[in-house]
């Protein structure tokens, strides 16, 4: 089985196989560097690291009622 075949199975069944693919990743590079995932998968370091910093933007967010 190839991606391509897998991508297609999943899709058939109803998963939304890229949103997963990237909810993957970034919780892969909350225990590791985005270049040290990049290499290990195969990505480019660029991919990675603009993925790790899009799940970032509501770390420094204050919880609470903010009326």
Do not use: C, F
Not at 32 to 46: E, F, N, S, T
């Amino acid at each position: 089985m190839n991606p391509a075949t897998l991508r297609d199975a999943l899709r058939a069944l109803g998963v939304p196989a890229e949103k997963g693919r990237t909810s993957a990743i970034r919780q892969l590079v909350l225990q590791a560097p985005a270049p040290v995932i990049a290499q290990a998968l195969g990505y480019h370091d660029k991919s990675t690291t603009r993925i790790a910093t899009a799940g970032a933007l509501w770390k420094h967010y204050a919880p609470g009622d903010h009326p």
